[in-house]
T-cell receptor, first 112, second 111 residues
Framework: SQQGEEDPQALSIQEGENATMNCSYK?????LQWYRQNSGRGLVHLIL?????REKHSGRLRVTLDTSKKSSSLLITASRAADTASYFC????????????FGKGITLSVRP | EPEVTQTPSHQVTQMGQEVILRCVPI?????FYWYRQILGQKVEFLVS????????KSEIFDDQFSVERPDGSNFTLKIRSTKLEDSAMYFC?????????FGPGTRLLVL
């Protein structure tokens, strides 16, 4: 079954630094999405990248996708304390009713 | 911006009791989902729902679980006889344009 697995499991950086988080998966996908979850709260959609795309930007976020390596990375530039959260990658197959398969998540701590 | 809403935000129940978790998806979305997240673990898919019927369900979604869209706005998840291991955060999501939008979750604690 397809599965998103992120690394590292935890990341601690200083405010202003860049944070890079990686995700790997096992099977073919239609798209890969990144979500953020603040402690004990809901999942906020950050960015989606389709399987035929290699890179995408949204504000301070940059996501890449390498389907040959079945991996994706999320880069947050110029991090802020407010970026402290857990980040999850989730993979989906084609179709509106496709379930998302989530990884275990990365805990990012941004020190002021 | 429209959001998925869920009620209650927290629920405590006794083992064996029935619970109903409620969700109001974003209007004009047609696909709905329930996921759960046991504390410290992955978010897991439970069930997807379209056109008033279940599209797909996971192994977790056994006979104790049911979903319903009783009217044009609400989408509910019922657990008939809760077990301790049902304690988790339950998320509702609705879908449009390749993206699933998640609600804030209901934290269920079964004692």
């Amino acid at each position: 079954s397809q599965q998103g697995e992120e690394d590292p499991q935890a990341l601690s950086i200083q405010e202003g630094e860049n944070a890079t988080m990686n995700c790997s998966y096992k099977t073919s996908i239609n798209n890969l999405q990144w979500y953020r979850q603040n402690s004990g709260r809901g999942l906020v959609h950050l960015i989606l990248i389709r399987s035929n795309e290699r890179e995408k930007h949204s504000g301070r976020l940059r996501v890449t996708l390498d389907t040959s390596k079945k991996s994706s990375s999320l880069l947050i530039t110029a991090s802020r304390a407010a970026d402290t959260a857990s980040y999850f990658c989730a993979t989906g197959l084609t179709g509106a009713n496709s379930k998302l398969t989530f990884g275990k998540g990365i805990t990012l701590s941004v020190r002021p | 911006e429209p959001e998925v809403t869920q009620t209650p935000s927290h629920q405590v129940t006794q083992m064996g009791q029935e619970v109903i978790l409620r969700c109001v998806p974003i209007s004009n979305h047609l696909y709905f989902y329930w996921y759960r997240q046991i504390l410290g673990q992955k978010v897991e898919f439970l069930v997807s729902f379209y056109n008033n019927e279940i599209s797909e369900k996971s192994e977790i979604f056994d006979d104790q679980f049911s979903v319903e869209r009783p009217d044009g706005s609400n989408f509910t998840l019922k657990i008939r006889s809760t077990k301790l291991e049902d304690s988790a955060m339950y998320f509702c999501a609705s879908y449009r344009g390749e993206t699933q939008y998640f609600g804030p979750g209901t934290r269920l604690l079964v004692l």
